[in-house]
C-alpha cells in the first residue's frame, strides 16, 4: 500500500512541475493574454450589461495575474536554490545532502526535516547541559 502511494505521490509531483513550468513560460502568458483580448473584443461582450463586462474584465485580469505571479516566483525560487546551494557547498562542514532540493521528492524532504529537527533538539540539549556545541 504504501508502495502505491509513493508512486501515486511521484506521479503527482511529476505533473505539478509540469504544470508549473507551463504556467511560468512567457509564451503560456503571451496566449492567455491573446485569449483575453479575444474575450473583451467579441461581439458576446458587448452585448453583455455593465456589470458583466466588469466582471469580466476583472476575470481577465486575475488570470493573466496567475501567470505573472507564476513566473516571478519561479524566477525567485530559482535564484534563492542557487543562493543556498552556495551557502551549503562554501561551507566545510555543511552536509551536502540539502543541495538540489527542489529535485527531491515530498518523502525525501520530510526525511531531511526530521534529521535536522533532531539535530537541533540535540544542539538545544547540548547548550541546555552548558556543553559547547560542536559544530555539523
Known amino acids: 500500500m504504501i508502495h502505491v502511494y509513493r ?3 511521484k506521479g503527482f509531483e511529476w505533473l505539478t512541475s509540469i504544470a508549473i513550468r ?7 502568458f503571451i496566449f492567455a493574454l491573446v485569449l483575453v483580448i479575444f474575450w473583451l473584443t467579441n461581439k458576446l461582450f458587448f452585448e453583455q450589461d455593465q456589470n458583466d463586462k466588469i466582471g469580466d474584465i476583472i476575470q481577465g485580469i486575475t488570470f493573466l495575474s496567475l501567470f505573472i505571479i507564476q513566473k516571478s516566483f519561479m524566477r525567485f525560487s530559482a535564484l534563492l536554490h542557487v543562493k543556498v546551494n552556495e551557502l551549503v557547498a562554501s561551507h566545510e562542514p555543511a ?33 541546555g547541559a552548558g556543553t559547547d556545541p560542536k559544530p555539523v
Open 95 to 127: 552536509s551536502n545532502a540539502v543541495i538540489g532540493m527542489a529535485s527531491k521528492t515530498d518523502h525525501e524532504i520530510m526525511e531531511l526535516l526530521d534529521g535536522y529537527s533532531q539535530l537541533a533538539e540535540k544542539k538545544k540539549d547540548e547548550e
Open 22 to 28: 507551463i504556467l511560468g513560460n512567457s509564451i503560456t
Open 7 to 9: 508512486q501515486i505521490e
